[in-house]
């Protein structure tokens, strides 16, 4: 199993363009992810996905947008990039709700906007 | 707003030694508390978990839970140069949402 991977690793935007980070999982997870970490300071949900077609928004939604039409695959998605945007951003996974399953990571992607 | 609380560091000890790492949690409701940790420019990994009151442990490390006092610990016995890296404690805070802190760094000085 690869676990959680995403993609790009590294990418710099410019102010007010537009791009998806990749995330996939091939442990049959039923939770899904996203947060983002800055410098310093600890993880921050930007959204999570309970099941194919079901998204719901974490702590800091706004200038992001997810979907998730396959159990596998999570992506988000920055509109109008802006240099606020950039962090660090990681995708996660987790099999269930039950209070004993956690979260898995996948490598981040790093993000530079200009 | 629900927090957890950590001590942002560095904690520095000497190789061999006890490190000690701490964290509190506002939420009185809460059941579940997890360990990360986070090497330089790399992503969070599991290394404990605990859920009842007491001590848990596993290896080197053993979690500490008081959920009278809203608190959680995390013990590293034998500290290594390998284990310096940032230590974030996270608790579920419902079904599925992790809260983390911020984060402690530690260091191991060899």
């Known amino acids: 199993n690869a676990g959680v991977t995403q993609t790009p690793k590294f990418r710099i935007l410019k102010i007010g363009q537009s791009m998806t980070l990749q995330c996939a999982q091939d442990?049959?997870?039923?939770?899904m992810y996203w947060y983002r970490q800055d410098p310093g300071m600890g993880l921050k949900l930007i959204y999570y996905?309970?099941?194919?077609?079901?998204?719901d928004k974490g702590e800091v939604p706004n200038g992001y947008n997810v979907s998730r039409s396959t159990t596998e695959d999570f992506p988000l998605r920055l509109e109008l990039a802006a240099p606020s945007q950039t962090s660090v951003y990681f995708c996660?996974?987790?099999?269930?709700?039950?209070?004993?399953?956690?979260?898995?990571f996948g490598p981040g992607t790093r993000l530079t906007v200009l | 707003q629900k927090e957890v609380e950590q001590n942002s560091g560095p904690l520095s000890v000497p190789e061999g030694a006890i490190a000690s790492l701490n964290c509190t949690y506002s939420?009185?409701?809460?059941?579940?508390f997890f360990w990360y940790r986070q090497y330089s420019g790399k992503s969070p990994e599991l290394i404990m978990s605990?859920?009842?009151?007491g001590d848990k442990e596993d290896g080197r490390f053993t979690a500490q839970l008081n959920k009278a006092s809203q608190y959680v610990s995390l013990l590293i016995r034998d500290s290594q140069p390998s284990d310096s890296a940032t230590y974030l404690c996270?608790?579920?805070?419902?079904?599925?949402?992790?809260?983390f802190g911020s984060g402690t760094r530690l260091l191991v000085r060899p």
């Open positions: 996660a996974s987790s099999y269930s709700e039950a209070y004993t399953d956690t979260q898995y």
């Open positions: 442990m049959n997870h039923n939770y």
């Open positions: 996905s309970v099941g194919a077609g079901i998204t």
């Open positions: 939420d009185r409701g809460s059941q579940s």
């Open positions: 605990i859920y009842s009151n």
């Open positions: 996270a608790v579920k805070e419902s079904s599925y949402k992790l809260i």
